[in-house]
C-alpha cells in the first residue's frame, strides 16, 4: 500500500509566494498528499488564499490551522503534533516551488526501508522571482549524530520522513518546545540520527528555494554567507544553539542507541569545557562537519572557548 504523506506547512503573510507553492504541491506526481497549515497571525491575504484552495479542492485534503505565534519553529513543531502516527510527513515552507517529482523521489527511498527513515535533498537557490542562481552544496555524508550535533545538513523544506520516523519525533515535541530549538529540521537530524534512524540525503534539486527579505535562514553558499556564520561561532549564538539542542535532546535520549546516548553525556562535557580541554573533547568524540574547513572551524571556536555553555 502507499503512504499517506501529510504535508505540513508554517505560514505568516506569505501571500506573495503562496498560490506558487500550493500549486507546486496541487502538481506532485505522487497524489496521496494531504495538507496541514498553520497560520502564525497573518495580516494579508494567506488564510484567504488557503481556504480557497482547501474549497476549490473540496475534499478536506488541505486544512487550516492557527499557529502558536512564536516563531516558525514552534509553529512546525505544534503542527507535527497533528500529524496522525500512522502517516508519512513532509516539511514544507510557504515560499519555494517543488520539482513535480519531490514527494515521489522521496517515497521510492522510503518505501525499501523497514525502521524509522528520513529522506532530505538538494535545493535550487533562487531569487525572488525564482530565477535560478546556483544549486545548493552537496553533502555526501556520512550522516549521523557526530555530524548532528554541530551542523544542520537536512533541509526542512526537501524532508520528507517516515510513519516511524514520525513517531520518534512525536515523543520529543515536548522537550524541544521546552528547550526553544532554533531550528525544527537541525532538531530533526539530532533526534532521528541518534535514534539510529536510516537517514538519506539525495543529491537531485527537488526544490526551488526562493530567497527574499523575509527568508527565516537563508542561503550559506555565498563568501558573505559564509563570513556571517563564521562570525556566529564566535560571538555566543552557534554556543546558544547547542545548549538549546542539548536540553531537547537529553529528556528523550532513552530512545538513542548505546553508543549515541554515550556520545551525547560527552558532548555535555563538551559544553561546560572551553579552551584545549574543549578541542581535544570534539576531537575525540570525532564531530565533524560536511567540509574539513567547517569542522575545522568549530574546533577553532572551541578552542577559543566560544562554544561553552553558559550558567
Given at each position: 500500500?502507499r503512504?499517506?504523506?501529510?504535508?505540513?506547512m508554517a505560514?505568516?503573510n506569505?501571500?506573495?509566494?503562496?498560490?506558487?507553492?500550493?500549486?507546486?504541491i496541487?502538481g506532485?506526481?505522487?497524489?496521496?498528499?494531504?495538507?496541514?497549515?498553520?497560520?502564525d497571525?497573518?495580516t494579508?491575504?494567506?488564510?484567504?488564499?488557503v481556504?480557497?484552495?482547501a474549497?476549490?479542492?473540496g475534499d478536506?485534503?488541505?486544512?487550516?490551522t492557527?499557529?502558536?505565534c512564536q516563531?516558525?519553529?514552534?509553529?512546525f513543531?505544534?503542527?507535527l503534533?497533528?500529524?496522525?502516527?500512522?502517516?508519512?510527513?513532509?516539511?514544507?515552507?510557504?515560499?519555494?516551488l517543488?520539482?513535480?517529482?519531490k514527494?515521489?523521489?522521496a517515497?521510492?527511498?522510503?518505501s525499501?526501508?523497514t525502521?524509522?527513515a528520513?529522506?532530505?535533498?538538494?535545493t535550487?537557490?533562487?531569487?525572488?522571482?525564482?530565477?535560478?542562481?546556483?544549486?545548493?552544496?552537496?553533502f555526501?555524508g556520512p550522516?549521523?549524530?557526530?555530524?548532528?550535533?554541530?551542523q544542520?545538513?537536512?533541509?526542512?523544506?526537501t524532508t520528507?520522513?517516515?510513519a516511524a520516523?514520525l513517531?520518534l519525533l512525536q515523543r520529543g515535541i515536548?522537550?524541544?518546545?521546552?528547550?526553544?530549538?532554533?531550528?525544527?529540521?537541525?532538531?530533526?537530524?539530532?533526534?532521528?540520527?541518534?535514534?539510529?534512524?536510516?537517514?538519506f540525503?539525495d543529491?537531485?534539486?527537488?526544490?526551488?528555494?526562493r530567497?527574499h527579505?523575509?527568508n527565516v535562514?537563508g542561503r550559506?553558499?555565498?563568501?558573505?554567507?559564509?563570513a556571517a556564520?563564521?562570525?556566529?561561532?564566535?560571538?555566543?549564538q552557534?554556543a546558544?544553539w547547542?545548549?538549546?539542542?542539548?536540553?531537547?535532546?537529553e529528556?528523550?535520549?532513552?530512545?538513542?542507541t548505546?553508543?549515541n546516548?554515550?556520545?551525547?553525556?560527552?558532548?555535555?562535557?563538551f559544553?561546560?569545557?572551553?579552551?584545549?580541554?574543549?578541542a581535544m573533547?570534539?576531537?575525540?568524540m570525532?564531530l565533524?562537519?560536511?567540509?574539513?574547513?567547517?569542522?575545522l572551524?568549530v574546533n577553532a571556536?572551541?578552542l577559543?572557548?566560544r562554544?561553552?555553555?553558559?550558567?
Amino acid at each position: 500500500m502507499r503512504p499517506l504523506i501529510t504535508i505540513i506547512m508554517a505560514t505568516r503573510n506569505g501571500a506573495d509566494y503562496l498560490p506558487t507553492q500550493l500549486d507546486s504541491i496541487l502538481g506532485q506526481s505522487f497524489p496521496d498528499w494531504q495538507l496541514i497549515v498553520s497560520d502564525d497571525g497573518s495580516t494579508d491575504a494567506t488564510r484567504q488564499i488557503v481556504a480557497r484552495y482547501a474549497d476549490q479542492l473540496g475534499d478536506g485534503r488541505i486544512r487550516l490551522t492557527d499557529g502558536p505565534c512564536q516563531g516558525a519553529t514552534a509553529n512546525f513543531l505544534q503542527l507535527l503534533e497533528k500529524v496522525e502516527g500512522d502517516s508519512w510527513f513532509a516539511y514544507c515552507d510557504q515560499d519555494d516551488l517543488w520539482q513535480p517529482d519531490k514527494l515521489a523521489r522521496a517515497v521510492a527511498h522510503l518505501s525499501q526501508r523497514t525502521g524509522p527513515a528520513v529522506y532530505a535533498a538538494r535545493t535550487t537557490i533562487c531569487d525572488h522571482d525564482l530565477h535560478p542562481l546556483a544549486p545548493a552544496p552537496h553533502f555526501p555524508g556520512p550522516f549521523g549524530l557526530r555530524n548532528a550535533l554541530i551542523q544542520a545538513c537536512l533541509p526542512g523544506n526537501t524532508t520528507v520522513a517516515n510513519a516511524a520516523a514520525l513517531r520518534l519525533l512525536q515523543r520529543g515535541i515536548v522537550a524541544a518546545t521546552q528547550a526553544k530549538i532554533v531550528s525544527h529540521d537541525w532538531w530533526t537530524y539530532q533526534l532521528l540520527a541518534g535514534a539510529g534512524a536510516d537517514i538519506f540525503r539525495d543529491k537531485a534539486q527537488v526544490v526551488l528555494y526562493r530567497q527574499h527579505s523575509a527568508n527565516v535562514m537563508g542561503r550559506n553558499d555565498t563568501t558573505r554567507a559564509r563570513a556571517a556564520r563564521f562570525g556566529m561561532l564566535f560571538d555566543g549564538q552557534f554556543a546558544g544553539w547547542l545548549a538549546q539542542n542539548q536540553a531537547a535532546l537529553e529528556p528523550v535520549s532513552h530512545l538513542f542507541t548505546a553508543e549515541n546516548q554515550r556520545l551525547l553525556r560527552q558532548f555535555g562535557c563538551f559544553l561546560d569545557a572551553s579552551g584545549p580541554r574543549a578541542a581535544m573533547l570534539m576531537l575525540r568524540m570525532g564531530l565533524y562537519r560536511q567540509t574539513r574547513s567547517g569542522t575545522l572551524a568549530v574546533n577553532a571556536a572551541a578552542l577559543a572557548g566560544r562554544l561553552r555553555r553558559s550558567n
